[in-house]
């Protein structure tokens, strides 16, 4: 057999040669007959503990299923605790803190934008109420009911609802010609 004497990192691919000569080095030739006994012996002895602790695993866990039913404490129950405690431990972390306060600071200024929204648009129609134009259509509604009232009234009961609705839409058409040519002439001498 041929030696090279390339360095660690031989760029060449492995021949068939080289594949039998790592065949053939025994690695079980590192250690002894008496080891290998004392390391089997030991592994023997670990598998057993390990078969023992998994019995007195299985022995515990049956156990502690045991108490727990005697206690009344369900699956159910459990799952409730480990939800609340769960549910506990987000309200007390940082992050829900803050960001539970940034949520009440937008409420509170969402809130407020609301009252001040509502407090402008109550002074708005407190204006529109006292304008001339809301006033005078008041006063057209407040005629007209007191016309249909007074139709009820004097027809002692007779005649129907829409008979005295219409009789009262048009006795209040008659008096809007009036009060629209004073608003009209009203507005001409303003201008």
Known sequence: METRQQGLLDPEPLT????????????????TDEE?????????????????LRQVLASKESLHSELKAKLGIT?????????????YDMQTSTAYKKTSETLSTAGQKTSAAFTTLGTAISRKFGDMRNSPSFKSFEEK?????????????SQGGGGSFEEVLSSAAHASAQETPSNNLSESSDHERTC
Request: proline share 2%; hydrophobic share 30%.
């Open 16 to 31: 068939e040669v080289d594949e039998e000569m790592v065949s053939e080095v025994d690695l079980q030739n590192t250690v």
């Open 141 to 153: 509604v407040e005629s007209t009911v007191s016309n249909i009232k007074t139709k009820v009234g």
């Open 75 to 87: 699956p159910l129950s459990e799952l409730k605790q480990n939800f609340n405690r769960s549910w």
């Open 36 to 52: 290998r006994e004392e390391i089997l012996s030991e592994l023997t002895k670990l598998e057993e503990e390990i078969s023992t």
